[in-house]
T-cell receptor
Framework: DSGVTQTPKHLITATGQRVTLRCSPR?????VYWYQQSLDQGLQFLIQ???????AKGNILERFSAQQFPDLHSELNLSSLELGDSALYFC?????????????FGPGTRLTVL | AQKITQTQPGMFVQEKEAVTLDCTYDTSDPSYGLFWYKQPSSGEMIFLIYQGSYDQQNATEGRYSLNFQKARKSANLVISASQLGDSAMYFCAMRAPGYNQGGKLIFGQGTELSVKP
């Protein structure tokens, strides 16, 4: 158990819908990362927050947004869903953003868009 | 731009033997970090080992060691005495340097390791 929790574990929805994925980082970790894992794209970085502020952005679609709340939990919002958004979405947390600060990954949310 | 390349999509190893998983990277920044993660069939990502670009010695963590060859830009993972539970997907990753990168990880495509009894 990495200490990072993600809910829900599985999500099945239809095209055009909107979903929210939730992540609670390890106690004490200030940095939260979101990654998407799909068969064709592999593991891709989406976005990162550090202590409530957006720090880095990857190839995140405009239909996707995220935020980190004062209690440090984070939510990833996916809207106008398409079939191609079906993937495993990971949240990871770390104490710092450099050096040996490894990222601890949550169990992931598997999103299926029908 | 930074890039990680894992050229072995799949590998087999006999139980109790050692295996090397290849990883090459590309960056122009002198300061970087390299990570290996394991992803079993259950899906979770498990951190295995870290190597910093300025570390003088190769990293080791139990049965895992990292063969770091800076001049060749390679960071191969060596698993000694393979066990059946080592069967999984293995990802090499590099921490993108620079404050604005936020410490994000850039992943390779992964190598699927199968351990034979």
């Amino acid at each position: 158990d990495s200490g990072v929790t993600q809910t829900p574990k599985h999500l099945i929805t239809a095209t055009g819908q909107r979903v929210t994925l939730r992540c609670s980082p390890r106690s004490g970790d200030l940095s939260v990362y979101w990654y998407q894992q799909s068969l064709d794209q592999g593991l891709q970085f989406l976005i990162q927050y550090y202590n409530g502020e957006e720090r880095a952005k990857g190839n995140i679609l405009e239909r996707f947004s995220a935020q980190q709340f004062p209690d440090l939990h984070s939510e990833l919002n996916l809207s106008s869903l398409e079939l191609g958004d079906s993937a495993l979405y990971f949240c990871a947390s770390s104490l710092g953003t450099s050096g040996r600060n490894e990222q601890f990954f949550g169990p992931g949310t598997r999103l299926t868009v029908l | 731009a930074q890039k990680i390349t894992q050229t072995q999509p799949g590998m087999f190893v006999q139980e109790k033997e050692a295996v090397t998983l290849d990883c090459t990277y590309d960056t122009s920044d002198p300061s970087y970090g390299l990570f290996w993660y394991k992803q079993p069939s259950s899906g979770e990502m498990i951190f295995l080992i870290y190597q910093g670009s300025y570390d003088q010695q190769n990293a080791t963590e139990g049965r895992y060691s990292l063969n770091f060859q800076k001049a060749r830009k390679s960071a191969n993972l060596v698993i000694s005495a393979s066990q059946l539970g080592d069967s999984a997907m293995y990802f090499c990753a590099m921490r993108a340097p620079g404050y604005n990168q936020g410490g994000k990880l850039i992943f390779g495509q992964g190598t699927e390791l199968s351990v034979k009894p």
